[in-house]
């Protein structure tokens, strides 16, 4: 019986320690410009640099000021998403909001934010 619950114990440890590395094997944020809580002059684009390649087709970024959407054309390129302002941004805090398809089919979405002085 001793011999029978620890290979069933094997077997759990092994399913747990399988699934946990798959889920850190997903896409992620590496980095951003502005970086996240930054502060400084008015960005000329913004950029998400993330550790896979995307999908550009089901990927995007979307700018908030205030709840309003900002405009901005959204550039995909590899693992790079980069947001260009249709015109230059007014001081103020901004949102960024993404959501990203990798070329393994699997969504994530995020945030972050920055000011503008």
């Not at 999908?55 to 405009?71: D, Y």
């Not at 941004?89 to 972050?112: C, E, M, N, R």
Request: glycine share 6%; hydrophobic share 45%.
């Amino acid at each position: 019986m001793s011999k029978h619950w620890n290979r069933i114990g094997a077997a759990a440890f092994l399913a747990a320690a399988l699934t946990a590395s798959q889920a850190s094997a997903h896409a992620h944020l590496v980095a951003s410009e502005p970086a996240n809580n930054a502060m400084g002059p008015a960005p000329k684009e913004i950029v998400a640099h993330f550790s896979e390649t995307l999908t550009p087709q089901f990927s995007r970024l979307e700018v908030t000021m205030g709840g309003k959407p900002v405009p901005v054309k959204t550039e995909i390129a590899k693992d790079t998403m980069t947001g260009v302002p249709a015109k230059p941004l007014a001081p103020g805090t901004y949102q960024v909001k993404w959501h990203a398809v990798t070329a393994d089919s699997h969504s994530i979405d995020g945030t972050f934010g920055f000011m503008v002085h």
